[in-house]
T-cell receptor, first 111, second 116 residues
Framework: AQRVTQPEKLLSVFKGAPVELKCNYS??????LFWYVQYSRQRLQLLLR??SRESIKGFTADLNKGETSFHLKKPFAQEEDSAMYYC?????????????FGKGTKLTVNP | DTEVTQTPKHLVMGMTNKKSLKCEQH?????MYWYKQKAKKPPELMFV???????INESVPSRFSPECPNSSLLNLHLHALQPEDSALYLC???????????????FGPGTRLLVL
């Protein structure tokens, strides 16, 4: 079965510290993976997608097919990074695309 | 216009009421989605429309009835809901490239629904 696992429900770090949000997936095909972020009182928005291989707001994520992981990393966390982070897997069903979300990790960056 | 808009922002309804949620986008996207999000939980997909046709229904109860009148609009008609249906209902849109996948979904702010 296709699923996304985010093992940490809560993650707390200090400003300037490195941060890594873990994401593992289970999928038999070639995965399309995303990180979405939901800041307080804001809409859910895309942070990264693995096919674009870009760095957004200092975050990067590398797809590791051997470990079936897509961990999100940032070398120096900022207070404004505090938010809910969802890892998501794209699936094709009935000719359309759907997202399967992990349960999310709430990141708190302390001053 | 690069946003997905949703109305109303908040809705309170009784179990015998009929109401509708509305979603609109003008980004030329041909795939539109309804999600349900309970507090502190991830969004759960309900329906997907592709080129104005329903393509995915995630076994949603019939008291939720989606409608896509044109490529910019998506409605969710609600009837005889239960208190457990109280949640944030999110609309999203994306390019519709079918089997290629990997498209970014753009989310609206949601409608917070309370069923009494």
């Amino acid at each position: 079965a296709q699923r996304v696992t985010q093992p940490e429900k809560l993650l707390s770090v200090f400003k300037g510290a490195p941060v890594e949000l873990k994401c593992n997936y289970s999928y038999s095909g070639s995965p399309e993976l995303f990180w979405y972020v939901q800041y307080s009182r804001q809409r859910l928005q895309l942070l990264l997608r693995h096919i674009s291989r870009e760095s957004i707001k200092g975050f990067t994520a590398d797809l590791n097919k051997g470990e079936t992981s897509f961990h999100l990393k940032k070398p120096f966390a900022q207070e404004e990074d505090s938010a809910m982070y969802y890892c998501a897997l794209s699936l094709i069903q009935g000719g359309s695309e759907k997202l399967v979300f992990g349960k999310g990790t709430k990141l708190t960056v302390n001053p | 216009d690069t946003e997905v808009t949703q109305t109303p922002k908040h809705l309170v309804m009784g179990m015998t009421n009929k109401k509708s949620l509305k979603c609109e986008q003008h980004m030329g996207h041909r795939a539109m989605y309804w999600y349900k999000q309970k507090a502190k939980k991830p969004p759960e997909l309900m329906f997907v429309y592709s080129y104005e046709k329903l393509s995915i229904n995630e076994s949603v109860p019939s008291r939720f009835s989606p409608e896509c009148p044109n490529s910019s609009l998506l409605n969710l008609h609600l009837h005889a809901l239960q208190p457990e249906d109280s949640a944030l209902y999110l609309c999203a849109s994306s390019q519709a490239r079918g089997r290629q996948g990997g498209e970014t979904q753009y989310f609206g702010p949601g409608t917070r629904l309370l069923v009494l």
